[in-house]
């Protein structure tokens, strides 16, 4: 696989006179796994959000998949869209539908309504088929018929994961996925999204908090701070200096977030 | 830093913004009383005494006959009466209650904005804001008139039938669901639009997969709650002419029947009862799933 799957190239970004991205070049290939690490506030959302085309840039060019966003009418946003999954941190799953129904929606960007109404309310057999599998692969095959209401916060993350499984994109990302579990399950969850990038060569970019995790689990760290790129390495090649510094925040910043 | 004599002079002092709003309610309250000349006194004036007590006497003696002696030929016996008449009110109810759904869902959409785009452009704005403020307006006059008042209007203009009934509850309760409902929709977590949205939803199905389908609990609980409400204003109505058994309660009253009042009162109130204990059994359903996310 070739090809490049996100460019950015000196990126600024503001939100309400708050800078989010203050220049940010960086270029993540087709089947790379990319770590996003630094403390909140640093720019790793609106980074996520630049890479599925969800947000519109402010300055400075991003392609994405070898298309410039900018250029992207609706439809073809909507096209983008469609086929990357973006994991938010909240998981953004409707609560009072089941799983397999919350499943379902991660094809809503591909098929047109009716067949999207269908497969919610009346799914055919073998749709439900596939959505068993996916959630067969993230570990909680027997939840497919219970109100995701009623699953426990790791749950929940995994059927976000299935969702985004079930929507067959080119690239996962995933936004601070581990935030809300212990540390054993979050480790399994980074190692699940890992497994399933290697197996179906898809790009993941994944935010972290969690450095360790970051180090064992990604060949590539971008360390962000304050909107910009400290370091762009090999996990081998970080020092431990680079690390501590990324998190070695000064009285005002603490302050700020 | 307020300094230690502030904080020790506020503790003394009198007129607290509680304490005054208290007291302007009150003497308001007062003054209102003086105004009316209410006189408790007058309740037990006269034949108030004597009525009362005939009335809740009858309480314990329900008829089941007529007062005035078995129905004759062609009649209903009362219960059967009784029991058509809450029939009648039931279907007046559910039939209201069908029309206020549609009504409610079509205002409850076109008075929310959780499904305009993020950044409109100028033209789309202005029409978003007339679609908001219009419907915002039609729904504030459909329910500021009582549902009375709207039947009396019905009634006037095509006479006492089923469907000035009808579409006496229908509007009022159309303009109460819409604004409710609208209220449920634009308080819906708006991260979950969000997401479908960047996972290529048109705005339309995030809208409807993801809001309307998080509000579907809130809405459902909302509705069965106006149900109820829908039978009492049917059985209202009966006030107004429509023969619903409100109407046999006003008649029977008038003629100072406490009995047959009292046959009419408990029949409307056990199926008020039942209508109740069902709409709590769908909510205790539809809220298992959200008390055990709770739980968690």
Known sequence: MKGEAFDLSDVHCHFQG???LGGVSLRINKGERVALAGPS???????????????????????VFGQDAATMGSRELRRHRSNIALIPQNLGLVTSLRTY?????????????????????FPSKAELRQIHHCLERVGISEKLYQSVATLSGGQQQRTAVARALFQEPQAILADEPVSSVDPARAESIVALLNDLAEEQSLTLAVSLHNIDLARRYFPRIVGMRAGKIIFDKAPKDISDVEFTDLYNLSQTELLDD | MPSKFEIQSSKFRVLTPRRSTLLVLAA????????????????????????????????????????????GAGWDPLLVKAAKGMLRTFQYALMAMSISLIGGLIFGFLGSHRWWPREPGRITKIILHTIYISTRAVMAFSRSIHELIWGLLFITAIGLSAEAAVI???????GTLGKIFSEILDEQNPLTFQTLRDTGASAFSAFLFGTVAGAIPDLLTYTLYRFECALRASAVL?????????????????????????TYLYILIIVMIIVDRWGASVRRRLNAHTAAACIR
């Open chain 1, 18 to 20: 708050f800078p989010a």
């Open chain 2, 238 to 262: 009966g006030f107004v002419g429509i023969e619903t058994i409100g109407y046999y309660i006003f008649a029977s009253g008038n003629e100072l029947h406490w009995r047959e009042v009292w």
């Open chain 1, 41 to 63: 506030g640093c720019g790793k959302t609106t980074l996520l959000r630049l890479f599925s085309a969800s947000q519109a840039s402010c300055t400075g060019s991003v392609r």
């Open chain 1, 101 to 121: 129904q919350n499943v379902a929606l991660g094809k809503i960007g591909k098929r047109r309504f009716p067949s999207v109404l269908r497969s919610i309310l």
């Open chain 2, 168 to 174: 006496a509850i229908a509007i009022p309760y159309s």
């Open chain 2, 28 to 71: 308001t309250g007062l003054v209102c009383a003086i105004y009316l000349k209410l006189n408790p006194a007058q309740l037990l004036s006269g034949d108030g005494w004597k009525i009362a007590s005939d009335f809740f006497a009858a309480a314990l003696n329900p008829a089941l006959e007529y007062e005035d002696g078995p129905a």
